[in-house]
């Protein structure tokens, strides 16, 4: 059975992570997981991604116990997820957290950052917390849908990036270094492209890591760039697979059809879909979510004006056209023969199935595409006997 023998190595990260979140050694900041992680590193928060809890809820199947709780102070079960199973988590003072990291709860933070360059979502959820734990919250609130990023939107984000600074000082108890800064948007950088060249292994066929591995696989790129740790630990898993393509050594000894998914991961279900697809000889290679930890943008000799580049243009803030011109890209740098588009029905923000886009990408493309109702922590949105017949039929419709 193929394994990568790097997942030892990533346990011991994500453990030695929360271990440092326990011990409370540095001043805490709370971020969004595509929020200015390495400005807030740079003064020497240890930062901590509520995100990053959400998908531990949805991936132990927690967040059912969670959401109605939340439902029941005013955020109904068809809004972001995360959002109502972290509320809910935090309501019944229980989290998976315990279990898999020995932390009582959800560390408390001295100050919460959030971007909405994803969603408004997380300036609600974030808001709730910073009452909660009386904590100052600041907010960067870029343009959104964009089709390009022009220079104005960058000195617009940029100066908004810059007006953190005396809170993130005061809170801190550190003057911001911009030296420091440069140094961690360097190894930030570093460690993104390390994670871009992991992902592009799996050009090649057999490919060696699958969207489903990735997911877990990505958890440092997550929470620890902008260090060494992440930057080492990429190197080690990009060098195995990179050793695996030589060897022709992939996840599936054989594969009849190269999927990409778009969309949101279906945490609690990632087992169940990577057996399916492996059933059937189908190799899922490439994502949207995945990819959306590539910020090759970044420059220290430009911390603020590339950062701001970075984090605006990512994937989930471009208008359809521009996202339509990326996916047909990653089709044909990946070689798919077929797309699924996971509709999450708690985030209309990562579900790109509701205008049109599949059909669309089809008639560019040629590539056959399929929409499957899911979401991320949910899982009465998503039915397995439903997922598996379309799924099946697609992969009978496009096997080679
Ligand atoms: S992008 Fe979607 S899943 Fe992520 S925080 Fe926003 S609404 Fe929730």
Known sequence: MYEIAASALLKEV??????????????????TSVGPAELLRS?????????????????????????PVASKIGYPSDICSYLTSDIGSHIQKSTPLTKHYGLDAQPIPDL???????????????????NQYKCPILGIVPPRHMD??????????????????????????NKFDIDQFRETLRLSKEATLLWKKTLETSIQTPAPISFFDATIHMGPIVVLRGTETAKAYYKVLS????????????????????????????????????????????????STYCNSWIFD????????????????????????????????????????????????????NNSNSRFGMPAKLKE??????????????????????????????LLEQISS
């Not at 003064?43 to 809890?53: A, I, L, Q, S, T």
């Not at 950052?113 to 709730?128: A, G, I, K, P």
């Not at 617009?156 to 990036?161: G, H, L, P």
């Open 148 to 173: 390009e990023v022009k220079q104005a939107d960058i000195d617009n984000v940029s100066s908004q990036f810059k007006s953190l600074i005396p809170e993130c000082e005061r809170v801190s108890g």
């Open 43 to 67: 003064f020497g928060f240890d930062v901590y991604f509520p995100e990053n809890h959400g998908a531990l809820l949805g991936a132990t199947r927690k967040a059912m116990d969670y959401i």
């Open 364 to 393: 560019e493309t040629g590539v056959e595409t399929l929409i499957i109702e899911g979401d991320l922590c949910d899982l009465r949105f998503f039915s397995e006997e439903q997922s598996t017949i379309k799924i099946e039929t």
């Open 112 to 130: 919460i950052v959030y971007n909405t360059n994803q969603c408004r979502e997380v300036q609600d959820w974030f808001s709730y917390f910073a």
């Open 239 to 286: 060098d195995e697979l990179e050793l695996n393509v030589k060897n022709k050594v992939g996840f599936l000894p054989k594969e009849t059809s190269r999927i990409y998914w778009e969309g949101m991961p279906i945490w609690g279900r990632l087992r169940f879909l990577s057996d399916l697809f492996a059933q059937h000889h189908s190799a899922v290679v490439a």
């Open 297 to 348: 943008d970044f420059d220290e000799r430009t911390p603020f004006e590339s950062s701001a580049l970075a984090y605006t243009k990512i994937f989930i803030n471009r208008s359809e056209r521009a996202k339509l011109t990326i996916l047909k890209d990653l089709i044909n740098d990946f070689r798919i023969t077929g797309v699924i588009f996971h509709e999450a029905k708690t985030c209309f």
């Open 14 to 31: 994500m453990n030695n992570y929360f271990q440092d979140l326990k011990t409370r050694s540095k001043p805490l900041a709370w971020c």
